[in-house]
């Protein structure tokens, strides 16, 4: 099995969350447990950092590993979603998975992947930490998928739990009020190990402190703590930066220290290919992906364009099915000028269902390249145009990074 056979093995055989939703989530950990079993893996000489919560995992991730690559590690990360390529997911030091060793894992492992008949997720999570041990890594970042309490992910036995924060979303698994969701995402807390909270929250903050409290973990609130370091002019990085510093420091090792937290911070885009959260893609005019997908990434969102000068502001905007749609737009700035379309899977949002969350006609395409030239027909140097709402529309406008 060559890798082109082999990934389109892997995502078009398993189940599939991002491409097929709940019905592709399987919760529980018998699965996961069974193939990490089967694949004998010793993983208890790696530093395992587990980092949850709504929004922010990513960029925490990446700030993360920026900083212990500049600490002298080597550092693996396995993340979520992927945006143009499925080997982004599994990286050691910014490098993505070999092919080879996909190709070779998926021929040796095929059988019991079937007979266990693990997802698309848990594949993934299992070839990762098989990775990690052949590239013999320091460190290793881990994201949680969805929740916490029944990710695959949650088999691990981390040195930090990190949870960013908590706002809705994924309501029809984890629960429609912020306590159910934080109750979720605090499964992943541990036994005598310490969890980092991003943001303090009363409607929350309590539901960390009592399930800490009954495991004998300590609980740090970053949010407690001003950090010197905030080298964004974006609200919510200098958030995960200031995170991600007290992470560093509940790390207790020397290596890591206000030197490398500096350098890895400036060097992100250079360690890490960060992609996807406000990511300007040209100027003149000024194009901007961004890969808010519920309330709280759409707030954000909303927060940075306000401080920005242009003269018409545009938005091509693509969701999927569940989202509230005419809420999300309600954040926006009044006077844009918004087309939607859908991307090519069918969880994605068609016309009908946008247009009866809108409840008013409105600009659709279903192709996106077609929509996006258009508006860059009509764009002038100083107009803004942000695509937004869903991580695989980038594929689909820009093809490969």
């Known amino acids: 099995m060559n890798y082109k056979q082999a990934e389109n093995w892997i995502l078009n055989r398993l189940p599939f969350y991002q491409f097929q939703g709940s019905k592709a989530y399987k919760p529980g950990l018998d699965n996961i447990r069974s193939f990490v079993e089967h694949l004998n893996l010793n993983i208890k000489d790696i530093k395992l950092i587990h980092i949850g919560g709504t929004n922010g995992k990513g960029s925490t991730c990446a700030y993360l590993s920026s900083i212990i690559q500049e600490s002298g590690y080597k550092v693996g990360t396995f993340t979520s979603p992927h945006f143009f390529?499925?080997?982004?997911?599994?990286?050691?030091?910014?490098?993505?998975?070999?092919?080879?060793?996909?190709?070779?894992?998926?021929?040796?492992?095929?059988?019991?992947?079937?007979?266990?008949?693990?997802?698309?997720?848990?594949?993934?999570?299992?070839?990762?930490?098989?990775?990690?041990?052949?590239?013999?890594?320091?460190?290793?970042?881990?994201?949680v998928g969805l929740g916490g309490r029944?990710?695959?992910?949650?088999?691990?036995?981390?040195?930090?739990?990190?949870?960013?924060?908590?706002?809705?979303?994924?309501?029809?698994?984890?629960?429609?009020?912020?306590?159910?969701?934080?109750?979720?995402?605090?499964?992943?807390?541990k036994k005598n190990t310490k969890v980092i909270i991003g943001e303090r929250d009363k409607s929350t903050e309590n539901v960390f402190i009592e399930i800490a409290n009954k495991k004998f973990s300590e609980i740090i609130f970053a949010s407690d703590y001003k950090s010197k370091f905030e080298?964004?002019?974006?609200?919510?990085?200098n958030k995960n930066i200031n995170t991600v510093v007290q992470i560093c420091k509940n790390l207790n090792d020397k290596k890591i220290n206000e030197n490398s937290i500096e350098k890895g911070i400036l060097n992100i885009n250079v360690n890490?290919?960060?992609?996807?959260?406000?990511?300007?893609?040209?100027?003149?005019?000024?194009?901007?992906?961004?890969?808010?997908?519920?309330?709280?990434?759409?707030?954000?969102?909303?927060?940075?364009l306000s401080l920005l000068k242009y003269d018409k502001l545009f938005?091509?905007?693509?969701?999927?099915?569940?989202?509230?749609?005419?809420?999300?737009?309600?954040?926006?700035?009044?006077?844009?000028?918004?087309?939607?379309?859908?991307s090519n899977m069918s969880r994605s949002?068609?016309?009908?269902?946008?247009?009866?969350?809108?409840?008013?006609?409105?600009?659709?395409?279903?192709?996106?390249?077609?929509?996006?030239?258009?508006?860059?027909?009509?764009?002038?140097?100083?107009?803004?145009?942000?695509?937004?709402?869903?991580?695989?529309?980038?594929?689909?406008?820009f093809h490969e990074k």
Request: glycine share 4%; proline share 2%.
């Open 85 to 143: 390529d499925y080997r982004e997911r599994i990286k050691v030091n910014n490098n993505k998975i070999e092919k080879g060793f996909i190709s070779k894992f998926i021929s040796t492992y095929r059988d019991i992947i079937e007979k266990l008949e693990l997802t698309f997720f848990e594949l993934s999570f299992g070839m990762s930490l098989c990775y990690y041990i052949e590239k013999n890594v320091d460190y290793a970042v881990i994201e």
């Open 150 to 189: 029944l990710d695959a992910t949650n088999i691990i036995n981390p040195i930090l739990s990190v949870i960013t924060n908590i706002s809705y979303d994924h309501t029809e698994i984890l629960g429609n009020t912020l306590e159910k969701i934080a109750l979720e995402k605090a499964g992943i807390i």
């Open 231 to 237: 080298y964004s002019d974006i609200e919510y990085f």
């Open 272 to 304: 890490t290919d960060f992609y996807g959260r406000w990511t300007i893609l040209n100027d003149n005019p000024k194009i901007i992906f961004d890969c808010a997908h519920n309330e709280s990434g759409f707030i954000h969102l909303s927060k940075h």
């Open 315 to 342: 938005f091509i905007l693509s969701f999927v099915k569940g989202k509230n749609v005419k809420k999300l737009v309600s954040y926006l700035p009044a006077k844009s000028i918004i087309y939607f379309t859908s």
């Open 349 to 397: 949002m068609d016309h009908d269902e946008i247009e009866e969350s809108m409840g008013e006609n409105i600009n659709f395409d279903i192709n996106p390249s077609r929509i996006y030239s258009n508006i860059l027909s009509q764009a002038s140097p100083n107009d803004l145009i942000v695509i937004t709402g869903s991580n695989y529309i980038a594929k689909e406008i």
